[in-house]
């Protein structure tokens, strides 16, 4: 029987059991295999509270899925942090109809706030780190980020007498800087208006004020929103031609999904003083989309001018990513696909990127447009460790389909490492593989050694000790450290008889060599 093939429960108690023997990292690794996977991982780590304390970073979709588990279980958390944001559910879903029923969605929808751009440990979300007596004035703040985040108008009307919760920053909801940047994230124009109004009254906007707003509209790609906010009293004045740095604040970031929000953005530049759209900018915003899988915005941009290869200048530090690059390190396939129709140049790094987080496709994307399948870069590994690191035996065989080679010492460290960290099927393709993987020159030296090993058994097998056999002279057939053109060992470390051509081919010597 499959393993997909078992009921439920029984599937999830050996899932629980093989992360507890094998531990977080190959836990991790299970997410790759299909979404199925994906989900019942996530789900079986919450059950097991295994990222509780875990200290290295997690991506933010893993926490968000990991948060929203933790947030839905009943059981106590000894966590003020989550039972805060519990509170916070309770409160929204107050005003709904079926409460019972908008409470995880209100959850699901706190715990994506909470990771957004999340790339660290969760360990600070359950640690109980401040007293008691602030637990109140914490939940005021989180409620009114969160009150703006889900549209819920009157709940910040309600909080709106109180100054203090409308500018204090609410870090627990990620990288929020402030409640205009949850209002902005949730698209309602009605409560960034409320807020606007607090804060700046009739008059314009600052940029302090101003950069959250258009950032996270853009992000989450609400148009009217964008369109309402350009139009309004705030932005009339940007269109003069003393306001250079506001259009130069917004060209930077209008980071959008959304087509049809960037062209609402393109308009309105379009009637400023300023109406042309800097190269830099343009190669900003590309790199922006394609790291978010942005593709039809990628493809626009393209179209509109964005350097494909291009680097760029900002804030004084000149960018030498390009945003293939960029793509094979945190972004998908399919915009990979783009920019490989679209002639990107391929250099010897993107293929480590892909092969490092196991993206299949994008691996073989490069190949087909003829990346070297056997090059160490300084951004990742050999793409073949890779593999092996992952245990993605798929991967292995395309790259030794390909031609991959491994140097020995390489191919050494890879095998002893493999059998540390218990990665048997990948010790055994390693072993049958051997041969394929082995540079050409070291041919060679192999058959030699497997001639003269059948050889030193033969003789043992007759009961006859061979004689030491006196090398004259060097050669590449003969000696097996000091041939002039494919020696192993560096001159410096072979021994002084080798150096002068005479090498005494002898057991011992020979341990000397192998003990290099």
């Not at 994906?38 to 968000?64: C, G, K, N």
């Not at 002039?484 to 001159?491: E, R, Y």
Request: glycine share 6%; proline share 4%.
């Amino acid at each position: 029987m499959e393993l997909l093939d078992l009921p439920l429960e029984l599937f999830r108690a050996i899932l629980a059991q093989t992360m507890l023997v094998r531990g977080v990292k190959r836990a991790l690794r299970l997410r790759l295999v299909n979404k199925f996977f994906a989900e019942e991982t996530s789900f079986i780590m919450s059950q097991l509270r295994i990222l509780d304390d875990y200290p290295s970073p997690v991506s933010s979709r893993m926490a968000a899925s990991y948060l929203f588990q933790r947030l839905l279980s009943r059981r106590t958390s000894q966590s003020p942090r989550l039972d805060c944001i519990r509170q916070v559910a309770s409160r929204l879903s107050l005003d709904d109809v079926d409460s019972t029923a908008s409470y995880p969605i209100y959850l699901r929808a706190l715990s994506s706030l909470m990771a957004h751009g999340h790339e660290s440990s969760l360990q600070h979300w359950f640690q109980d780190d401040y007293p008691e007596s602030q637990r109140e004035q914490f939940y005021q703040r989180y409620l009114v980020s969160a009150a703006a985040y889900m549209g819920k108008c009157a709940i910040v009307q309600e909080l709106s007498e109180n100054r203090d919760l409308l500018q204090s920053s609410s870090q627990w909801f990620g990288p929020l800087r402030n409640n205009y940047a949850a209002a902005a994230m949730g698209g309602d124009f009605a409560i960034i208006s409320h807020l606007l109004r607090i804060a700046v009254g009739e008059f314009g906007m600052d940029r302090v004020v101003a950069r959250p707003i258009i950032e996270y509209i853009c992000e989450f790609g609400h148009t009217r929103a964008m369109e309402q906010l350009l139009a309004s009293k705030w932005c009339s004045d940007w269109k003069t031609e003393g306001c250079s740095s506001f259009l130069s604040l917004i060209r930077q970031t209008a980071k959008t999904p959304s087509v049809a929000t960037f062209r609402v953005i393109e308009r309105f530049v379009e009637t400023t003083s300023y109406p042309e759209w800097p190269v830099d900018d343009l190669a900003v915003l590309l790199s922006a989309a394609v790291e978010r899988g942005w593709e039809e915005m990628a493809a626009h941009l393209i179209d509109k001018g964005a350097p494909i290869d291009g680097f760029y200048y900002r804030g004084g530090y000149l960018s030498k990513r390009t945003p293939l690059w960029r793509t094979c390190k945190s972004g998908p396939k399919e915009v990979v696909k783009l920019l490989l129709q679209k002639n990107a140049l391929v250099t010897a790094e993107e293929i480590g990127l892909a092969a490092k987080r196991g993206q299949l496709g994008m691996v073989k994307m490069l190949i087909e447009h003829g990346a070297k399948v056997d090059v160490k870069s300084d951004a990742a590994d050999r793409p073949i460790l890779s593999a092996l690191q992952l245990e993605h035996q798929e991967m292995f065989h395309l790259l030794v389909k390909n031609g991959v080679r491994l140097p020995i010492k390489e191919r050494e460290a890879a095998i002893r490492r493999a059998k540390e960290e218990g990665l048997e099927s990948m010790v055994t393709l390693l072993e049958e593989y051997e041969l394929d993987l082995v540079e050409k020159h070291e041919l060679a030296f192999l058959a030699e050694q497997e001639a003269e090993g059948k050889k030193e058994r033969e003789n043992e097998g007759d009961g006859h000790a061979q004689r030491p056999k006196r090398v004259t002279k060097c050669g590449p057939t003969r000696c097996r450290i000091c041939a002039p053109d494919n020696c192993l060992v560096p001159k410096s470390k072979r021994p002084s008889s080798a150096r002068n051509g005479l090498y005494q081919d002898t057991p011992l010597n020979r341990g000397r060599v192998q003990g290099m």
